[in-house]
């Protein structure tokens, strides 16, 4: 058996929790995200074993070029492959869920109604899966990877079509669900890769028959990845919520060091970090090495971060990945004269039945966020060629372009840099310092 040491980085959001794996060449080899939950030990395992799943197919396509034959293959190969894992994943926490709902629909009540309450759950438990082949067949668009928030959506529906409120209620269904979910969520997979993979493979062949050919060289190539012992040498959290990650003091960073360390090992030029989450921001200075020099933070209030444009999405009934190309469909920007999240849904409510559209009022919210934002990078001192912009909000296509215009406006044209994985940067970061740790260890 051949082994591979890896150094794992968590950083535990107050939304996501991010985990990102490096090899001893300090190259990331696996990446993870999940929703972050109120068992941080949970989230922290759920997520570093996504990495590590992320971290297998890396090692299957790697397998796979290296064969002459396979690699021809390889990439409409690996699409399906990770598809029909992910549905087989989602499959099981959903027979999870449904066993969950069954013990909770257990009621005190007549025995009729609770044969009734459990038929229900069975009879939305079974069309859930059938709805989770169209979720993940091919060239499927799903609104999350996230289990909660794409079974949430399915049962919400199907129970608001299924509840009687003479009988079973829609709010009854809802409590069984919401009690369900959580059991599931704090539930591990265990070894999801050995689980998943071959039912997975059986799966793709049956699907695209022309693989059938390959069969026995692609049991061989998932096999040799399996047989690879990830040797996890080292672990350092970050984050938020790092002070209730299940690790040794010494095994925690600043969020601001690691972000710092993280934008520097994307971008080597960067000098200048913004990173807004969805509890804080961060305006960041580095050196040549990344390493912080100064920074600030904006204070508990959550305005200008992801939590706030959450907020803003569900006062306007739209998923937050909505709101960025809304607002660039603005036409006649609105001075937001608040970005607070207690006034927020009063300002907007107002605006609306003023007759101002929602693409403008939008547009303005976002400025007045990059408002926030440059007070913070200037009290840090200022925007260096390059800047680096990370977070949530970076994936937020109207955030950027008024920063960008706020960039531009106040010190002229600068390199804005923007990866979409920026998400993990905080997690490469506290990587990072979990492999020179050991470097540090070895040397001495």
């Known amino acids: 058996m051949t082994s591979m040491r890896v150094f794992v980085g968590i950083d535990l959001g107050s939304t996501t929790t991010k985990a990102v794996i490096l090899d001893e060449n300090e190259q990331v080899v696996g990446r993870g995200i999940t929703n972050s939950r109120s068992n941080y030990d949970v989230a922290a395992a759920v997520v570093r074993e996504e990495a590590f799943v992320r971290a297998r197919f890396r090692m299957t396509e790697d397998r796979m070029r290296r064969d002459e034959v396979l690699g021809e293959i390889c990439g409409s190969f690996l699409e399906r492959l990770e598809r029909h894992f992910r549905l087989q994943q989602y499959l099981e926490q959903l027979r999870r869920l449904r066993k969950s709902m069954l013990a909770a629909s257990e009621t005190p ?19 859930m899966a059938e709805l989770a082949q169209q979720h993940f067949a091919e060239g499927a668009v799903r609104k999350s990877d996230f289990f909660r928030d794409l079974a949430s959506s399915d049962f919400m529906h199907l129970a608001e079509d299924r509840s009687d409120p003479k009988g079973i209620t829609f ?20 070894d999801a890769f050995d689980k998943h993979i071959r039912p997975a493979l059986m ?25 690879v012992e990830l040797i996890e040498t080292g672990t350092v959290g970050t984050g938020y919520g790092r002070q209730r990650l299940p690790f040794p003091k010494e095994q925690i960073r600043s969020e601001i060091l690691c972000h710092g360390l993280g934008a520097h090992a994307m971008f080597p030029s960067t000098r200048t970090v913004l990173d807004i989450g969805g509890q804080d921001t961060k305006a ?18 959550a305005a200008g971060c992801g939590r706030y444009l959450g907020y803003i999405a569900d006062e306007m009934n739209l998923g937050l990945h909505e709101l960025g190309p809304l607002a660039q469909k603005s036409q006649s920007r609105v001075k ?8 927020a849904g009063a300002e907007l409510r107002d605006r609306l039945a003023l007759g101002q559209r929602r693409e403008d009022i ?23 060629n390059e800047f680096t912009f990370t977070g949530g909000v970076a994936r937020n296509p109207a955030a950027v372009a008024a920063l960008t215009d706020l960039v531009r406006e106040n ?27 050991e470097r540090k260890a070895v040397a001495a």
Request: charged share 20%.
């Open 411 to 437: 010190y002229g044209e600068r390199k804005i840099n923007i990866s979409h994985e920026s998400i993990y940067t905080g997690a490469l970061g506290a990587a990072l310092f979990s492999h020179r740790a």
């Open 171 to 190: 709010e009854t269904l809802c409590s069984i669900f919401d009690a369900a979910i959580l059991v599931v969520e704090n539930t591990m997979d265990g």
């Open 362 to 384: 939008l547009a303005g919210l976002h400025r007045a966020i990059m408002l926030r934002a440059m007070s913070l990078l200037a009290r840090s001192g200022g925007i260096e």
């Open 203 to 227: 799966s793709v062949i049956r699907e695209q028959h022309e693989t059938i050919i390959y069969g026995n060289a692609l049991s061989q190539a998932i096999e040799d990845v399996r047989s």
């Open 336 to 343: 937001i004269n608040s970005t607070c999240t207690v006034f």
């Open 109 to 127: 009540r007549h025995q009729d109604y609770v044969r009734a309450l459990m038929m229900t759950v069975e009879d939305i438990t079974e069309r």
């Open 284 to 301: 960041i200075q580095v050196d040549a090495d990344g390493i912080v020099t100064s920074f600030q933070m904006n204070d508990r209030c």
